[in-house]
């Protein structure tokens, strides 16, 4: 069973800055495609960015260029660099694992979750 550990999260002012972080317990980690997906009170999960096992990244429409997602496979690890926070950022921030293709092309959560990492915007 693999498991993703997240940490990063915090409170912070509007326009300021986190970088959350996800550990993998798996040494098959470089082939896994990995995803941030986060999910606030009332609001269905939603995906921020993810990152395929040959490092190309996607992001969800809302990022508008202010996170940047990133893998280290050495450390099988990645994180999340997130700016120019707004209060709408506020959520618990999920860690996914192993995502796969739909026939649309299409990234699908994968079958490994993290516990979740509160990031809070607010003045």
């Known amino acids: 069973q693999v498991q993703l550990v997240e940490s990063g999260g915090g409170l912070v002012q509007p326009g300021g800055s986190l970088t959350l972080s996800c550990t993998a317990s798996t040494s098959d980690f470089r082939f896994y495609a990995m995803a941030w997906y986060r999910q606030a009170p009332g609001k269905q999960r939603e995906m921020v960015a993810a990152i395929t096992s040959g490092n190309w990244p996607y992001y969800g429409d809302f990022v508008k260029g202010r996170f940047t997602i990133s893998r280290d496979n050495a450390k099988n690890s990645i994180s999340l660099e997130m700016k120019n926070l707004e209060p709408d950022d506020t959520a618990l921030y999920f860690c996914?694992?192993?995502?796969?293709?739909?026939?649309?092309?299409?990234?699908?959560?994968?079958?490994?979750w993290g516990q979740g990492t509160q990031a809070t915007v607010s003045s």
């Open positions: 996914n694992g192993d995502l796969r293709r739909a026939p649309d092309s299409s990234l699908v959560p994968g079958q490994y």
